[in-house]
């Protein structure tokens, strides 16, 4: 079992940045794709960014492309997700997920684990 806790979330103007964390906690033993996705209530989750826990691929959906970096620190368990110039349309709950690496997982946010998320809101 993989526990996970996001942190970092909140209301910025567009324009602005942000930094999410991610405690990560528990058995990953099987676990190949570290990421964050984010979901809007009735639209379907959408895959942000992702990383193999090897290290050797990462993902970012277009629309963040140049503006968001994931990482990690593997000696304390963290994974982040820096956002920079931040828009409108970024406004959505962002989940840290832990999973298999596949494109269902990194596109489309289908983690087998993740957390309860925390809020992101852009607006001026």
């Known amino acids: 079992q993989v526990q996970l806790v996001e942190s970092g979330g909140g209301s910025v103007q567009p324009g602005g940045s942000l930094r999410l964390s991610c405690a990560v906690s528990g058995n990953i033993n099987g676990v190949s794709a570290m990421g964050w996705y984010r979901q809007v209530p009735g639209k379907e989750r959408e895959g942000v960014a992702a990383?193999?826990?090897?290290?050797?691929?990462?993902y970012y959906d277009d629309s963040v492309k140049g503006r968001f970096t994931i990482s990690q620190d593997k000696a304390k368990n963290l994974l982040y997700l820096r956002m920079n110039n931040l828009k409108p349309e970024d406004t959505a709950m962002y989940f840290c997920?832990?999973?298999?690496?596949?494109?269902?997982?990194?596109?489309?946010?289908?983690?087998?684990?993740y957390g309860q998320g925390t809020q992101v809101t852009v607006s001026s």
């Open positions: 997920g832990a999973g298999r690496y596949t494109v269902r997982t990194v596109e489309h946010g289908e983690y087998q684990y």
């Open positions: 990383l193999s826990t090897e290290g050797r691929s990462t």
